[in-house]
């Protein structure tokens, strides 16, 4: 599965979180990006922000950095 857009030169993050990424949120910087396969990846900050906010993702915790990470909501 590609999970990588060329035009934007950002990952889908839903296409990301599906193939087992996870979008988490520094409450420092206000940014959101992922982590996938080890790797750090910027993602589209105003899809990340409408997918958190309009039930597409719930809050999954809080990791051992103080990041605020996010999941799908399950259907």
């Known amino acids: 599965m590609n999970t990588f857009n060329p035009a934007t030169a ?3 993050i839903l ?3 599906r193939a087992g990424g996870v979008l988490k949120l520094s409450p420092k910087t206000q940014r959101f990006f992922i ?3 080890s ?3 910027e993602c589209d900050q105003r899809q ?3 997918l958190a906010s309009d039930g597409t993702l719930r809050p999954a915790g809080i990791d051992s950095h103080g990041l605020c ?3 799908l ?3």
Do not use: M, T
């Open 10 to 12: 950002q990952p889908n």
């Open 15 to 17: 296409n990301s979180l």
């Open 35 to 37: 982590i996938q396969s």
């Open 39 to 41: 790797r750090e990846l």
């Open 48 to 50: 990340a922000q409408r």
């Open 69 to 71: 990470v996010f999941s």
């Open 73 to 75: 909501k399950k259907r």
